[in-house]
Structure formats: C-alpha cells, structure tokens
T-cell receptor, first 112, second 115 residues
Framework: EPEVTQTPSHQVTQMGQEVILRCVPI?????FYWYRQILGQKVEFLVS????????KSEIFDDQFSVERPDGSNFTLKIRSTKLEDSAMYFC??????????FGAGSRLTVL | AQSVTQLGSHVSVSEGALVLLRCNYS??????LFWYVQYPNQGLQLLLK??????LVKGINGFEAEFKKSETSFHLTKPSAHMSDAAEYFC?????????????FGGGTRVLVKP
C-alpha cells in the first residue's frame, strides 16, 4: 500500500538552529500538508500546499516556517531558527483529492 | 469556524466489551468527518470517514461510526474490544475547499483495554 515517508524520525537540535524535515508524499497525490502535535496536545494544522504554492496556513505558521517542493517527489518543512516551543511531532500528509489525507509516521523534533 | 470535541480523554474497557468513543463537531457547512487511530510511536491511520453518503460508516478493524446531524455527533463504536485496540483515537472534521482539505482534530481519546 502506498505510504507517506518522513525523515528523520527523530531530530535533536539546539535552540536557534535551522531544521529541515523531509517528506515523500504518495506519488499521484496533489495536495500536501504539515501538521504538528505538541506532546499531550491536539494535532494542529500548519500548512497546506497545492499547485506549487501554499493554499492555506495557520497562525502557527509564521515567518520562521517555510515549505518547499524542491523536486517532483519531496516536500520539506523548514524551521529557520528553532525555539523550545517548536518541540513536537511533525506529521506530513498528502491527498489525491481534497478529501482523505494519508499521514506519515511523523518526525519528532526536540529543541534543547 | 469548525471545531471538534471528544468527551473523555481516557477510556478503559475490558477485552470483549463495547468500545464507545464520543465525538461532537461544529461546522458552518456540511462536514466531512473522520476517525484516525494512533498506535504508540506511529503516525495517524485512517479508521473511517463520512463524506455525505451513508450515515453509518464502517471502517477497518471492526470499527463503525454513525453521523447524526441533529446531534452534531459522529461517535465511534466497536462491539467487542481487542487488546490490539489500545491506542489513541482522534476525531476530525474538515470543510473541503478548492485547494485541499484542512482537518481540525479533537483532543483525542486514549483507549486502554484490560484483559
């Protein structure tokens, strides 16, 4: 069964460092998303991406965050200068049409 | 704005007993509704979805959910719990837009299954 692949599974970084989380969506999917889950809290929407541009973003997705689809297969989330409160599990998801999302296993980010 | 409320952050059931997880939503337009399951150290896996077809939706692993518009509910049930059902369950709502599908999640319900 096709799946969304995320790397790394766990990253530890120092506050202020840049982090790039990578995702390989399902190949025929057109919509891409990032969500995050801070430990013990709800899964929160960050951003959606369609047709090579951001289609919607949440209040969380400030100037420290950016997304990119550098080639035909990868979808990345960059955090320019990490803060302690960025520590969370980050989930990538993709969908063929605007209905059912398939999520990856997540990338756990720990900011020290 | 849409929102989801899951009643009970933790539920404990005996193996073989009924599992009932409650979800209420609010949405300004007809919603799409979903249940996802998260096993320890894993991602979110779709259990089932409601997208304006039949109101009783059957999903994987013996789970089903019923959409009740009058009650704005989408409760998840399984007649007989299995040890492997121990996980966290998330209800989610979306309003399908032209450029994708943003999900709003509930707070999750962690299910413990006792032998």
């Amino acid at each position: 069964e096709p799946e969304v692949t995320q790397t790394p599974s766990h990253q530890v970084t120092q506050m202020g460092q840049e982090v790039i989380l990578r995702c390989v969506p399902i190949s025929n999917h057109l919509y891409f998303y990032w969500y995050r889950q801070i430990l013990g809290q709800k899964v929160e929407f960050l951003v959606s991406f369609y047709n090579n541009e951001i289609s919607e973003k949440s209040e969380i997705f400030d100037d420290q965050f950016s997304v990119e689809r550098p080639d035909g297969s990868n979808f990345t989330l960059k955090i320019r200068s990490t803060k302690l409160e960025d520590s969370a599990m980050y989930f990538c998801a993709s969908s063929e049409q605007a209905q059912v999302l398939t999520f990856g296993a997540g990338s756990r980010l720990t900011v020290l | 704005a849409q929102s989801v409320t899951q009643l009970g952050s933790h539920v404990s059931v005996s193996e073989g007993a009924l599992v009932l997880l409650r979800c209420n939503y609010s949405s300004s337009v007809p919603p799409y509704l979903f249940w996802y399951v998260q096993y320890p150290n894993q991602g979110l896996q779709l259990l089932l979805k409601y997208t304006s077809a039949a109101t009783l939706v059957k999903g994987i692993n013996g789970f089903e959910a019923e959409f009740k518009k009058s009650e704005t509910s989408f409760h998840l049930t399984k007649p007989s719990a299995h040890m492997s059902d121990a996980a966290e369950y998330f209800c989610a709502v979306s309003e399908s837009g032209a450029a994708g599908n943003k999900l709003t999640f509930g707070g999750g319900t962690r299910v413990l299954v006792k032998p």
